[in-house]
């Protein structure tokens, strides 16, 4: 009986120390946190945070600046190949002939002629100013024959196409390649001296057009004229189209003279069999400079640009990020020694009546454009290539 007794007080007891024991922890869970585990959990927050935003501002500082490096050498690489082509066919008149068999049949002189002074492959003009002034005389030999705005429009066929000289930034250098197009389009038969030249010419890839200035050229002689009609001959013994170029006379400098033949010596060009290489082509002058670009940084500032003006057409922006163009000409100064590298370089307004030019050393400076540090401007590089001449 006493035994039962016990059984039942020691049940009691269990239950009610499980009972105390439930309330202990039921009242521990409810309570919530400390002040100080709210603080240290707040401080541990506080410190991931940070360490992911500066994780994430290192990512985006390095992704900008990769990014803008690699603009900049994209942009050094676009300005040299478009420098590179012009300078590489500067001087071509297709078989090259001789100099004193290059006729112009225009009214005025070649001097008077910039945009297709074809006497002059290849010009330079090195900044000899105070750094802020970009006036004619800023530049050695002087822009004046330069197409330009400066007022009045100067030196150009078409008004409204020449280069604003308040635009170029100081210190930087001009580049000036003249060339026939390439490739020219072949004669159809041959070419009296006093006649129209008819060419052979895809029509899907016909390029002339009413006052384009052209060059009939060969190995013999070759003529500066303007066309002043076009108009479609009857078709070659191969069957393509040909097209009659005319050569009409007109007062002004860049009319063609009345009377004026294409060879000075009375030769005509090709013969009633074949051409005898001779082609037609497109003058083309560019003009290399540097300009402030259209676009607008992370800085809001109109970053420089190489800009070019390519025959008789106003200047267009080629690549945004040029900061600087700077020239230099590879003369070769011992032209009896069997060796025609260039053997030093020198500015183009220090070349001598008697130096022969063999390359260009264009040093160009790139940007990235946009401000990728801490710093107040981009970041730039300069990078320099010699190009050697073919035909100049």
């Known amino acids: 009986m006493k035994t039962q007794m016990d059984r039942r007080m020691l049940t009691r007891d269990s239950t009610k120390l499980r009972g105390m024991v439930s309330g202990s922890i039921s009242r521990r869970h409810s309570g919530g946190f400390s002040m100080v585990e709210l603080i240290l959990a707040l401080g541990l927050g506080l410190v991931v945070t940070a360490g992911i935003v500066q994780l994430f501002v290192g990512n985006n500082q390095t992704y900008s600046l990769l990014t803008g490096q690699s603009r900049l050498q994209e942009s050094a690489r676009y300005a040299m190949e478009f420098i590179t082509q012009s300078a590489r066919s500067a001087g071509y008149f297709g078989c090259d002939p001789e100099n004193d068999k290059i006729y112009n049949t225009l009214n005025g002189p070649w001097t008077s002629l910039y945009e297709m002074d074809l006497t002059n492959p290849i010009q330079a003009y090195n900044y000899t100013g105070n750094g802020t002034a970009t006036g004619p005389g ?16 100067t030196n150009m066929v078409n008004a409204g196409t020449g280069i604003d000289l308040t635009t170029v930034i100081p210190g930087t250098d001009f580049l000036v390649f003249r060339r026939v197009e390439i490739p020219g389009a072949p004669i159809a038969g041959i070419v009296q001296p006093n006649t129209n030249p008819i060419v052979v010419i895809d029509e899907g890839d016909f390029d002339f057009a009413v006052n384009d200035f052209a060059v009939i050229s060969n190995c013999e002689q070759a003529a500066l004229f303007r066309i002043t009609g076009v108009a479609a001959g009857p078709a070659a013994p191969s069957g393509e189209p040909t097209f009659s170029l005319t050569r009409g006379a007109g007062a002004g400098i860049y009319e063609n003279a009345a009377g004026r033949t294409l060879s000075d010596e009375g030769i005509p060009y090709g013969t009633g069999v074949n051409g005898q290489a001779t082609t037609v082509g497109r003058v083309i002058t560019d003009i290399y400079y540097i300009a402030r670009g259209a676009g607008v940084n992370n800085r809001g500032q109109n970053p420089r640009a190489l800009w070019r003006r390519s025959g008789t057409t106003a200047p267009v922006e080629l690549v945004e990020g040029v900061e600087n163009l700077q020239v230099l000409v590879g003369i070769d100064n011992t032209p009896t020694d069997n060796n025609n590298s260039a053997n030093r370089y020198i ?18 400076t790139t940007s990235t454009v946009d401000v990728v540090t801490d710093g107040n401007a981009p970041v730039s590089r300069t990078f320099v290539q010699t190009i050697s001449m073919r035909n100049a």
């Open 138 to 153: 800023d530049w050695t030999p002087t822009l004046a024959p330069l197409p330009r705005v400066a007022g009045p429009a």
């Open 347 to 364: 500015d183009f307004n220090a070349l001598g009546a008697t130096d022969i030019v063999r390359s260009l050393r264009i040093e160009v």
